[in-house]
């Protein structure tokens, strides 16, 4: 038996869906553990894409069993059409279970995240308005609705009155908003129940079961470590932690379970939304402009442009030592197969002196100056590759270092975004 956290080691858009996707084909189980639809991952099978919100990448594989763990918050209509075209693509979806202790989103949670979010003006955080903040929100202050309580008609029907009614009164008396139609919403959200019914259970007595057996099971993570909202860039992150302490709480199993942390590290670095982002490309025409390009560094979810920069390798340092990472998973490294020139930040330096630790105030942050270190580039097609020994030696003197920097061992490289268009170098399942 083994079992691998997979988690994004940047600010996310690692490519973490195609490393479990193909870790997947040794496991039993996959599991989500924290975030919602706000989170978007795209697998590549056969050059067909899958681009998935909520449900978990191994759900393309008919005998996995993909489990929506008590940390993630979910929304039922985006879930049932998430499946819908799913199975318009020949994807059964039958290999899933959601935990009866997982958040529900609804229509309030959605319409108090872009309220908030426009009230912020200049301030604005760059959510994806999903809700998700707000379910948190009444998660923490004991006022959320479980898939256990959406199971029950009465106790559904006696919490939303309560919680529609206290929104109401934000929506309208803070905000000048439109307030929100109870029976409406207890109408549409017992329909979901019904349809969503044969999913939920104790998935942690799942998990344990699969345990039991000796199966293998892969950790999903959504976002990423510098979108943790403990240990990221606040204000600017998501509103759950997505680092790897959290997928024994987010899953409902104990720490002695996890024997492997992989860290998913694209070749470059990216961000959405707001904050400092040491390490950013803002030209028009240059190597932030091909990057973008030719990486389509689009949302999955928002289809917004993502913030393009080089690979800060400083920030590997904090998020191996954070995740306790055993092993990198190198992606989206072809992108960089036509760039002469090619840069990693190795460090920071703030008022000409190095520092050696990311700060947490986005003060200091915003005013470091990245320490950077020129590689000659490769200038080759490296798709086809499928040995880390054939790859060019330009290649690999950026992937070495990046992996000295960061002061953890390269376990996987990652070349395409097909499932076979990817180089093993330790094994984990």
């Not at 681009?51 to 763990?69: A, Q, T, Y």
């Not at 490296?382 to 880390?388: H, K, L, V």
């Amino acid at each position: 038996m083994s079992s691998v956290i997979v988690l994004g080691a940047q600010w996310g858009d690692e490519g973490k869906g195609k490393i479990v996707d193909y870790l997947t084909q040794k496991a039993k189980a996959v599991v989500r553990y924290s975030g919602g639809s706000n989170a978007g991952h795209t697998v590549v099978v056969n050059d067909i894409a899958y681009k998935l919100r909520l449900l978990p990448s191994g759900v393309l594989f008919e005998d996995k069993i993909n489990v929506l763990g008590n940390g993630v918050v979910i929304n039922p209509g985006v879930f049932l059409k998430e499946i819908e075209g799913m199975k318009e693509k020949g994807i059964k979806c039958d290999n899933l279970v959601i935990s009866d202790r997982a958040h529900v989103v609804l229509p309030y949670h959605q319409r108090l995240d872009e309220l908030q979010e426009a009230a912020l003006g200049e301030n604005k955080i760059g959510t994806t308005k999903n809700g998700i903040g707000p379910c948190y929100m009444d998660k923490v202050a004991r006022v959320g609705i479980r898939m256990c309580d959406l199971m029950e008609p009465e106790t559904f029907a006696k919490k939303l009155k309560v919680n529609v009614e206290a929104k109401n009164a934000i929506i309208t008396k803070l905000y000048g908003g439109e307030p929100f139609d109870y029976e409406a919403i207890l109408e549409e959200y017992l329909g979901y129940a019904e349809k969503l019914r044969p999913f939920v259970t104790d998935t942690g007595v799942v998990l344990d079961e699969i345990f039991a057996e000796g199966q293998n099971v892969l950790f999903e993570g959504a976002q990423a470590t510098f979108l943790d909202v403990d240990h990221g860039t606040y204000p600017y992150v998501t509103s759950s932690n997505p680092t790897a302490g959290n997928a024994c709480t987010g899953s409902g199993v104990g720490p002695r379970f996890i024997d492997h942390v992989v860290g998913v590290v694209k070749a470059y670095t990216t961000r959405v939304g707001e904050g400092p982002f040491a390490t950013e490309l803002l030209d028009t025409d240059g190597p932030g402009h091909h990057i973008r390009e030719a990486g389509h560094e689009y949302g999955t979810v928002t289809g917004r442009p993502r913030r393009c920069g080089w690979l800060d390798a400083f920030m590997l340092k904090y998020s191996a030592r954070l995740n306790s990472l055993d092993y990198l998973a190198i992606t989206r490294l072809d992108i960089l197969d036509k760039m002469p020139v090619i840069k990693m930040c190795v460090g920071y330096e703030l008022n000409g002196q190095p520092i050696k630790n990311i700060p947490a105030s986005l003060n200091i942050l915003a005013n470091v100056t990245p320490i950077y270190e020129e590689f000659e580039g490769w200038m080759t097609d490296i798709s086809g590759i499928r040995e880390y020994d054939k790859l060019p030696e330009k290649t690999k003197k950026y992937l070495e270092r990046l992996s000295e920097v960061a002061g953890v061992p390269l376990g996987i490289v990652s070349v395409g975004p097909n499932r076979e268009q990817t180089i093993v170098l330790k094994e984990l399942l």
